[in-house]
């Protein structure tokens, strides 16, 4: 495997399920992202990790709970999910993060997970 | 106000023409960095290019550059020789300054190349 991969690509789920989107970086980089796309919207940033620890929470819901256990791994948990959270969640990979002053680090992208609440 | 401001929704571009993708943007920093990125129908953002406030020429890769006009605040993406593969949307972004975490992106334009 290479670059950034996500699991699942797809996913639908009750209001009342949980779920986890898994994240998995194999370019040895030292910060990880979880974006959302909707419709019609711009990408937003929701969660930041750099060197396993989380450095930015963009106001995201509770319902949406990141874990980061080591540098190559990232997990997004979801519960009690609202139908406006369906959307493409995409998870990104850098070498550095802002914090660390390397704000020209370019990030990389997984293939996102397509998340459908019903 | 919004921070990138990408104008055009949609493109169409007859194949092997150079194409202009329009973005400008609004920040107080002086320290910045402005991305390109390309996502084809299979959702993956795609890294093409990348300006630093700082940087005195204007970027290149490959058939990609970046036409960065700092007075104006602008960074228009230019694909020389359009390919089919490059329909996709595109995506300008900006990153302001050291220590702030956030990626600031764009609506997007969907390009479309016409064989």
């Known amino acids: 495997e290479t670059g950034v991969t996500q699991t699942p690509r797809h996913l639908v789920m009750g209001m009342t399920n949980k779920k986890s989107l898994k994240c998995e970086q194999h370019?040895?980089?030292?910060?990880m992202y979880w974006y959302k796309q909707s419709a019609k919207k711009p990408l937003e940033l929701m969660f930041v990790?750099?060197?396993?620890?989380?450095?930015e929470n963009n106001s995201v819901p509770s319902r949406f709970s990141p874990e980061c256990p080591n540098s190559s791994h990232l997990f997004l948990h979801l519960h009690t999910l609202q139908p406006e959270d369906s959307a493409l969640y995409l998870c990104?990979?850098?070498?550095?993060?802002?914090?660390?002053?390397?704000?020209?680090?370019?990030?990389?992208f997984g293939p996102g997970t397509r998340l459908t609440v019903t | 106000a919004q921070k990138i401001t990408q104008t055009q929704p949609g493109m169409f571009v007859q194949e092997k023409e150079a194409v202009t993708l329009d973005c400008t943007y609004d920040?107080?920093?002086?320290?910045?960095?402005l991305f390109w990125y390309k996502q084809p129908s299979s959702g993956e953002m795609i890294f093409l290019i990348y300006?630093?406030?700082?940087?005195?020429q204007n970027a290149t890769e490959g058939r990609y550059s970046l036409n960065f006009q700092k007075a104006r605040k602008s960074a228009n993406l230019v694909i020389s020789a359009s390919q089919l593969g490059d329909s996709a949307m595109y995506f300008c972004?900006?990153?302001?300054?050291?220590?702030?975490?956030?990626?600031?992106f764009g609506t997007g334009t969907r390009l479309t190349i016409i064989p």
């Open positions: 990790y750099s060197l396993e620890e989380r450095v």
């Open positions: 300006q630093g406030s700082y940087d005195q």
């Open positions: 370019l040895g980089h030292n910060a």
């Open positions: 990104a990979s850098s070498q550095g993060t802002g914090t660390s002053g390397a704000y020209t680090y370019e990030q990389y």
């Open positions: 972004a900006m990153r302001e300054g050291p220590g702030n975490e956030k990626l600031t």
């Open positions: 920040t107080s920093d002086p320290s910045y960095g």
